[in-house]
């Protein structure tokens, strides 16, 4: 029987990722108990605490064991750390290492959220891929420069370690593992049991664009403003760089350093936030909206809002916007 590890850290952190990762494989151990197979994991909530409060001591956790009783685990969930992930990395560093320690001895780690902070303190994200909340994205590119971090994937896999996007998006990832760890059939049931959409790979159309302003270059930051505040219009780059007297290719790779898009990603994404807020709360068409964030061609148009949305104009407009379609 393999050993499941929950992570209980101390600290405000985040509820419903440890219940909804204990109940969906204590069901999906269930499962194989009513079909006659022998329940593929034991699983543990481990802390380094006797009891963890939650919401001004609404609620409490317990976890079974202190993570020092654990020397050989198999697969480690970590759980979101909330808006907290800064305090939680100083108040966890015990957890951490004791992560680092078992993965180094074999065992697949996994975080949901904002636990990629947790789990790319110990080291082991470095050089890898990995996903977290949209919301917290300049945060962990500060914190942490060497893991590249892919806010649009819903799930990366890469060397044992698994990490996913934002909020509820954890039962995603939970089931993916279950897939993984018991089989398809397994992953189906719980899937249909907690109603689960299978299979998302994505987590772009929930992303809101704000711009990322966390860096120190003051040239950056201004040609950023520039691009924000003229949504409607074509803007040339080799133009906007030598606004700043600046070479083309000088401009492009300070604005990559300090934004992780290029000039014209950047200008992209501005526009399609504002063509995504007209979707939500007007009823103009798709013609309407794209003349007014600077398009002309429908084609590109419709190109650079799936990129980045991950659906088509009509399909976001469809999903946000009932009156609209109505």
Not at 125 to 139: E, F, I, P, Q, R
Not at 187 to 215: L, Y
Not at 238 to 256: H, P, Y
Request: net charge neutral; aromatic share 12%; glycine share 6%.
């Amino acid at each position: 029987m393999k050993h499941l590890t929950i992570i209980v850290p101390d600290g405000e952190n985040n509820l419903s990722s440890i219940v909804g990762a204990y109940k969906i494989f204590t069901r999906a151990n269930a499962y194989w108990s009513e079909t006659g197979r022998q329940q593929p994991f034991r699983i543990q909530l481990a802390g380094i605490s006797e009891q963890v409060d939650f919401y001004d001591g609404l609620f409490s956790v317990r976890p079974h064991t202190h993570v020092s009783a654990i020397a050989k685990t198999d697969l480690i969930i970590i759980p979101s750390l909330n808006h907290n992930y800064e305090k939680a990395v100083k108040e966890n560093q015990v957890l951490i290492d004791w992560i680092e320690q078992r993965y180094k001895d074999g065992a697949a780690v996994a975080s949901i959220c904002t636990g990629a902070f947790m789990l790319a303190a110990s080291g082991l994200l470095d050089g890898k891929s990995c996903s977290t909340h949209w919301a917290v994205a300049d945060n962990f590119r500060a914190m942490f420069p060497e893991v590249d971090l892919q806010t649009d994937k819903l799930i990366t896999d890469e060397h044992g370690i698994y990490t996913n996007g934002g909020a509820y998006s954890f039962l995603n990832l939970i089931i993916y593992l279950i897939e993984k760890y018991y089989d398809r059939p397994t992953a189906i049931f719980c899937a249909k049991v907690f109603q689960v959409e299978m299979d998302r790979h994505s987590q772009s159309p929930f992303t809101i664009f704000t711009g990322q302003k966390q860096h120190g270059d003051e040239m950056v930051k201004e040609a950023q403003a520039y691009i924000e505040s003229k949504p409607d219009e074509k803007i040339s780059m080799e133009q906007l760089s030598s606004k700043f007297a600046v070479g083309r290719r000088n401009f492009d790779r300070r604005f990559i350093k300090a934004t992780g898009n290029t000039p014209v990603e950047y200008a992209q994404r501005v526009k399609i936030e504002l063509a995504k807020k007209a979707f939500e709360t007007t009823r103009k068409n798709v013609n309407e909206v794209m003349y007014e964030v600077g398009y002309s061609d429908i084609k590109a148009f419709r190109e650079v809002f799936r990129k980045i949305t991950g659906m088509s104009p009509l399909e976001y407009r469809a999903k946000y916007n009932k009156e609209a379609v109505v």
